[in-house]
Every structure is written in structure tokens, then in C-alpha cells.
């Protein structure tokens, strides 16, 4: 059990429809990354926060946004969703992401179907 | 775009035999890790090396980063089938907060 907390597990909905996953990192993690895998590929980094402001984004798509909220949960909105936004979203959190040797600790996914 | 490609994507080897990880990219990375996915879990952190050069050992494993601080390598003796999985490297952008992970290499060892 990394700490790292993703609900919900398992999630089917339809194209053209809006879906919020949510994350809370592990006690005392102030930063929270969000990564989308796709049939068992690498990692595409989506977008990093640091105790509530965004610090860097990857090739997220303008449909999706997220945000960390004072409490250091995060959540990531997926809109207008397409077939191909099918994936298995990991939400990752860390100590301080300006360490070297910072490790990041990983959920275990949210897995999205898009029919 | 930052990327780094691994090498090979698949892997399939018979108990006791050794092999090699490659992960290589143009950029330059404060420090590079190296990670273990099992089906259905996130992924969990094996190594970090954050020295060009720096060789570090894991029991049976032995990462290496290369002096340009580009790339690494992952070499595993005498692989078991428990070293089934996903092996994914990734690395922390230089000047940035930014961890991207490599294509992947799907490794599977078998009795």
C-alpha cells in the first residue's frame, strides 16, 4: 500500500460526457502528479502541482483539467470524452518535487472505459 | 517534447539467464529511476541514480547512469520469473518538476 488513495477504481461512461477522478496523497506529500497509460505503455505525464499550484504540465488536452485543493487532494476532469481517452489514470504524489532523489509514490489507477 | 525510449519493448527469457534494459533520450536529466508495474498496481520505484556515471546494485540488478546524465541502463543476473513485469524508467527534467517516464519494457521470465 503506497498511501496514495485514487477513486474510483473502475469507471465506464459514454463519449460526450465529463468524469472527475480524485486523488489524496499521502499523509504529508504536498505534491501530486497525474499520468494517463494507454494498453500497457509508458507513462504520459498530464500535469504536476506542488501545495495547490500548478508547477508543470505535460501534453494534457485542453478537455481535461485538474486542480489540488487546500486540503492536498487533487482531482482531474476529463470532458467531452472521446474513445481515446480510454486509459488507466494514475495520480502519483511526493515530498518535494525539487529533490533529485525524490521518489514518487503511485496509486493504484483509476481505469477509464469510454463506450 | 522530452523522450525517453526504452529498449527492448519486449522481453521474453528463460529462468537464469541475464539481460539488459537500455533507456536513452536527447535531454539531460537531473536524475533518472527506474521503476517495477505489476498488472493492476501503479508503479513502484526500484532505484534512483542521480550522479553521470553513478553505478548502483540491488541484489541482482544493476543500474547505471551515463556520464552525460542521458541515459541508463538496467542489467538483471540470473532473472527469476518474480522479475515478470513492466520495468519503466523515468527521469526528472532538468530545471523542472517534471518526471517522464520511458516507453517501457515488458520483461517476462519464464521457469
Known amino acids: 500500500d503506497s498511501g496514495v488513495t485514487q477513486t474510483p477504481k473502475h469507471l465506464i461512461t459514454a463519449t460526450g460526457q465529463r468524469v472527475t477522478l480524485r486523488c489524496s496523497p499521502r499523509?504529508?506529500?504536498?505534491?501530486v502528479y497525474w499520468y494517463q497509460q494507454s494498453l500497457d505503455q509508458g507513462l504520459q505525464f498530464l500535469i504536476q502541482?506542488?501545495?495547490?499550484?500548478?508547477?508543470a504540465k505535460g501534453n494534457i488536452l485542453e478537455r481535461f483539467s485538474a486542480q489540488q485543493f487546500p486540503d492536498l487532494h487533487s482531482e482531474l476532469n476529463l470532458s467531452s470524452l472521446e474513445l481515446g481517452d480510454s486509459a488507466l489514470y494514475f495520480c502519483?504524489?511526493?515530498?518535494?518535487?525539487?529533490?533529485?532523489?525524490?521518489?514518487?509514490?503511485f496509486g493504484e489507477g483509476s481505469r477509464l472505459t469510454v463506450l | 517534447t522530452q523522450l525517453l525510449e526504452q529498449s527492448p519493448q519486449f522481453l521474453s527469457i528463460q529462468e537464469g539467464e541475464n539481460l539488459t534494459v537500455y533507456c536513452n533520450s536527447s535531454?539531460?536529466?537531473?536524475?533518472l529511476q527506474w521503476y517495477r508495474q505489476e498488472p493492476g498496481e501503479g508503479p513502484v520505484l526500484l532505484v534512483t541514480?542521480?550522479?553521470?556515471?553513478e553505478v548502483k546494485k540491488l541484489k541482482r540488478l544493476t543500474f547505471q547512469f551515463g556520464d552525460a546524465r542521458k541515459d541508463s541502463s538496467l542489467h538483471i543476473t540470473a532473472a527469476q520469473p518474480g522479475d515478470t513485469g513492466l520495468y519503466l524508467c523515468?527521469?526528472?527534467?532538468?530545471?523542472?518538476?517534471?518526471?517522464?517516464f520511458g516507453t517501457g519494457t515488458r520483461l517476462k521470465v519464464l521457469a
Open positions: 541514480v542521480v550522479t553521470g556515471g
Open positions: 502541482y506542488y501545495n495547490g499550484e500548478e508547477r
Open positions: 499523509s504529508g506529500d504536498l505534491s
Open positions: 523515468a527521469g526528472l527534467v532538468s530545471g523542472t518538476y517534471k518526471y517522464i
Open positions: 535531454s539531460v536529466f537531473s536524475s
Open positions: 502519483a504524489s511526493s515530498v518535494d518535487p525539487g529533490l533529485a532523489d525524490g521518489e514518487l509514490f
